[in-house]
């Protein structure tokens, strides 16, 4: 796992080999996320295993961890990274 700022790294360590990935995890890497994005950083997956992504993808957070040396996720011709469909409530049912 890194920690960047501003395309600079500022720590880097190696997770512990539990076996196979689960849930706990990836709600691990998201804390991990979570409190580097409060203070400005970003948490970056290098050589990250296959199931990891898998499960983060599963999870939605592929784009919150990325991937050292990519983007996970860009925008593509002018579309908006968020919410794609809108709920109206009062919108009858098709």
């Not at 979570?34 to 983060?56: F, K, M, P, S, T």
């Not at 990325?66 to 098709?94: S, Y």
């Amino acid at each position: 796992m890194v920690v960047v700022r501003g395309g600079e790294e500022l720590a880097r360590w190696v997770l512990p080999d539990t076996g196979r990935p689960d849930l706990a995890a990836v709600d691990a890497l998201a804390r991990a996320a979570l409190a580097a994005r409060r203070l400005g950083c970003a948490i970056l997956l290098d050589g990250a295993d296959e199931d990891l992504l898998g499960l983060l993808a599963l999870a939605g957070l592929a784009e919150v961890v990325g991937l050292a040396g990519q983007v996970v996720r860009q925008p593509e011709d002018g579309e908006e990274l968020g919410t794609e469909e809108v709920v109206v409530p009062d919108d009858p049912v098709a």
